[in-house]
T-cell receptor, first 114, second 114 residues
Framework: GAGVSQSPSNKVTEKGKDVELRCDPI?????LYWYRQSLGQGLEFLIY????????KSGLPSDRFSAERTGGSVSTLTIQRTQQEDSAVYLC????????????FGPGTRLTVT | GNSVTQMEGPVTLSEEAFLTINCTYT??????LFWYVQYPGEGLQLLLK?????DKGSNKGFEATYRKETTSFHLEKGSVQVSDSAVYFC?????????????FGKGTKLTVNP
């Protein structure tokens, strides 16, 4: 079946612009996660959605970052007023339900802020 | 807090050599433990997992045993192939406050030469 998909695969933006990154999880998966992979910081958790529960936003690095998940499916990660340190690969993952602890990752969006 | 420490790379081996990548963790309670692999140009893939003490996860000739007494989850393979060249990440996951997230080690790059 179809895996986690993310778009765009690559995004180049100018410093100060806003960007939106999209994630389509595996159909039927109730949990969705965003992570960031950068050379200096490795893989960092950003945010977690589970069903209709309030999301865990504890990993978002600043208030320029936000995410939403509409209809329990597609998610959008928004970065406002991008900075060069936001350059990284943004990974989305989904999981069938809480408690399985298995996460299936998308191919990522490579964001470059110039 | 929860953390994962894995041996720094890069690791370079000849084909058919024995592989060990060390991983230790710090966590409250009883986390689930994982190895993820990232092949060149591809996304993160779950390689194997173990959910409780003394469990052995295995896949594609790789093995790792959940050792609670030493808080370790070392990855081993008896005979590596060129196709095993990739970056390997050790990770843990716990359900805390209704949230689940993966905490990753920094990754170990493995290169296998013919």
């Amino acid at each position: 079946g179809a895996g986690v998909s993310q778009s765009p695969s690559n995004k180049v933006t100018e410093k100060g612009k806003d960007v939106e990154l999209r994630c389509d999880p595996i159909s039927g998966h109730t949990a969705l996660y965003w992570y960031r992979q950068s050379l200096g910081q490795g893989l960092e958790f950003l945010i977690y959605f589970q069903g209709n529960s309030a999301p865990d936003k504890s990993g978002l690095p600043s208030d320029r970052f936000s995410a939403e998940r509409t209809g329990g499916s597609v998610s959008t990660l928004t970065i406002q007023r991008t900075q060069q340190e936001d350059s990284a690969v943004y990974l989305c993952a989904s999981s069938p339900r809480q408690g399985t602890h298995e996460q299936y990752f998308g191919p990522g969006t490579r964001l470059t802020v110039t | 807090g929860n953390s994962v420490t894995q041996m720094e790379g890069p690791v370079t081996l000849s084909e058919e050599a024995f592989l060990t990548i060390n991983c230790t963790y710090t966590a409250t309670g009883y986390p689930s433990l994982f190895w993820y692999v990232q092949y060149p140009g591809e996304g993160l893939q779950l390689l194997l997992k173990a959910t409780k003490a003394d469990d052995k996860g295995s896949n594609k000739g790789f093995e790792a045993t959940y050792r609670k007494e030493t808080t370790s989850f070392h990855l081993e393979k008896g005979s590596v192939q060129v196709s095993d060249s990739a970056v390997y990440f050790c990770a843990l996951s716990r359900t805390q406050g209704g949230s689940e997230k993966l905490v990753f080690g920094k990754g170990t790059k493995l290169t296998v030469n013919p």
